[in-house]
């Protein structure tokens, strides 16, 4: 089955205690993305990457960092996580030009 | 990117047709015009893609006029099911990267 795949779905977390919430597809994606969202401001995108190796940033990169070693994950880092990062993350992938996103089911992340 | 603008809220009674227009004034020559669906802590769905007049699908149709400055997603005969929120996407992943920008979206809530 064609999914994306988000772990963990749930943490809480303290501030300043690096984590990483995994994302992984199995569609064989170029495109991959990372969102958060929080009420009232719809989606925002934190990063993406076009490729192995290519990443760039979003609407709202501070505070966060991703890499993409492998065409199927695409990790988020958070290094130093405070409470303003307390939200719902999405990692997204799609199949290349004019494809539809494929979401994953979020991470909810509290950091107290 | 061009800007998007969607109505906040609407509702509808289950067995209507619901019309859901979005303006985008300064899309490009380029862009495409995507409509996601999403539920309460669900990632977002794919509902329907196009570029120009009206693309039809098992679940929507989205009529797109010739200026293309606006389009619409049309829902036939909504049920409660339908009751989500819904995001209007305009972009070219060829020419913008893989950047993307969701608006606030529009909250159906379908009543029996």
């Known amino acids: 089955e064609a999914q994306v795949t988000q772990n963990p779905r749930y943490l809480i977390t303290v501030t300043g205690k690096k984590l990483t919430v995994t994302c992984s597809q199995n569609?064989?994606?170029?495109?991959m993305s990372w969102y958060r969202q929080d009420p009232g401001l719809g989606l925002r995108q934190i990063y993406y990457?076009?490729?192995?190796?290519?990443?760039d940033k979003g609407d709202v990169p501070e505070g966060y960092k991703v890499s993409r070693k492998e065409k199927r994950n695409f990790p988020l880092i958070l290094e130093s996580p405070s409470p303003n990062q307390t939200s719902l993350y999405f990692c997204?992938?799609?199949?290349?030009?004019?494809?539809?996103?494929?979401f994953g089911d979020g991470t909810r992340l509290s950091i107290l | 990117l061009a800007k998007t603008t969607q109505p906040i809220s609407m509702d509808s009674y289950e067995g209507q047709e619901v019309n859901i227009t979005c303006s985008h004034n300064n899309i490009a020559t380029n862009d495409y015009i995507t409509w996601y669906q999403q539920f309460p802590s669900q990632g977002p769905r794919f509902i329907i893609q196009g570029y120009k007049t009206k693309v039809t699908n098992e679940v929507a149709s989205l009529f797109i006029p010739a200026d293309r400055k606006s389009s619409t997603l049309s829902l036939p005969r909504v049920s409660l099911s339908d009751t989500a929120v819904y995001y209007c996407l305009v972009g070219d992943t060829n020419t913008g990267g893989f950047k993307t920008i969701f608006g606030a979206g529009t909250r159906l809530f379908v009543k029996a």
């Open positions: 569609m064989n994606h170029e495109y």
């Open positions: 990457s076009m490729n192995v190796e290519v990443t």
């Open positions: 997204a992938s799609s199949g290349g030009n004019r494809q539809p996103q494929h």
